[in-house]
């Protein structure tokens, strides 16, 4: 497993240098990120300090998973518990798709400064389809799964889970698709959320109250998107209720 660890190690940290500096780019270039999402605020545009947010905490995030990377033993990672051994070729398996998202994410943001909406909904559409891939693809977590296994865990999860809210807002801007949105649209959003949630772990579910909370604060305040903003509120607090219900099912059990 040697050779696999290193090619892991060498596809994360890559990957995370090129998103992370262009990241960087994006928030100091004229007009940056922020001045796009402004200048294009549609039906599911989110407040942008929460991306900012996000971004901030999950930067920190993968870097704890990285080096969990580089804590694994080359020459002696295959031995020790079967939980270990498996948490490490879980972490491995997830690489190339973490490298995958890093870089279409890195990708999205130059389409999107440069207002490419269509080509930037390409890019966030293949990570999101990624990261679900391999969220579907991870065994479950125990209370007592390696620190590995629950970092990976989180790491694939908040990406996948961020990736919905690039997926519908860079759709909406792609569509110029005003608030509120279509009653198709609306009642897709009411359900599909909530549904989800139910059939997801805590973890992935909090990623999916966020992003409800994230397009609740940016909507309120737009012409004509009360009630809209409103009923988004509404089912964040309901896909809460759920995903706290999980929770607690899962601490008893």
């Known amino acids: 497993m040697g050779n696999e660890v290193s090619t892991a190690r060498y596809m994360a940290v890559g990957s995370f240098l090129v998103?992370?500096?262009?990241?960087?780019?994006?928030?100091?270039?004229?007009?940056?990120?922020?001045?796009?999402?402004d200048a294009n605020h549609f039906a599911f545009s989110p407040n942008p300090w929460f991306i900012a947010?996000?971004?901030?905490?999950?930067?920190?995030?993968?870097?704890?998973?990285?080096?969990?990377?580089?804590?694994?033993?080359?020459?002696?990672?295959?031995?020790?518990?079967?939980?270990?051994?498996?948490?490490?070729?879980?972490?491995i398996a997830y690489a190339p798709i973490y490298a995958v998202g890093n870089l279409c994410i890195a990708g999205w943001l130059l389409f999107w400064l440069r207002q490419s909406f269509s080509l930037s909904q390409i890019l966030v559409t293949v990570n999101t389809t990624a990261q679900l891939f391999a969220v579907a693809r991870l065994p479950p977590l125990k209370r007592d799964s390696p620190r590995l296994l629950w970092v990976t865990h989180l790491v694939a999860k908040t990406f996948a889970?961020?990736?919905?809210?690039?997926?519908?807002?860079?759709?909406?801007?792609?569509?110029?698709?005003?608030?509120?949105?279509?009653?198709?649209?609306?009642?897709?959003?009411?359900?599909?959320?909530?549904?989800?949630?139910?059939?997801?772990g805590p973890i992935f579910g909090s990623t999916?109250?966020?992003?409800?909370?994230?397009?609740?604060?940016?909507?309120?305040?737009?012409?004509?998107?009360?009630?809209?903003?409103?009923?988004?509120?509404?089912?964040?607090?309901?896909?809460?209720?759920?995903?706290?219900?999980?929770?607690?099912?899962s601490v008893r059990g």
């Open 19 to 37: 998103n992370f500096g262009t990241q960087t780019y994006g928030m100091l270039i004229k007009p940056n990120m922020k001045d796009i999402a």
């Open 53 to 91: 947010a996000f971004f901030s905490g999950q930067t920190a995030l993968q870097l704890y998973w990285i080096r969990e990377l580089f804590l694994l033993d080359d020459s002696n990672n295959t031995e020790g518990t079967t939980a270990a051994t498996e948490a490490a070729h879980v972490a």
């Open 161 to 200: 889970g961020i990736g919905i809210l690039d997926f519908v807002d860079n759709g909406g801007v792609a569509m110029h698709h005003r608030a509120p949105p279509s009653t198709l649209a609306q009642a897709l959003t009411y359900s599909l959320f909530p549904i989800v949630a139910a059939a997801s």
């Open 208 to 249: 999916l109250v966020y992003d409800l909370l994230a397009m609740y604060v940016g909507q309120r305040g737009v012409a004509g998107a009360e009630a809209w903003s409103a009923r988004l509120g509404w089912t964040a607090l309901a896909v809460g209720g759920i995903v706290g219900w999980k929770g607690l099912l």
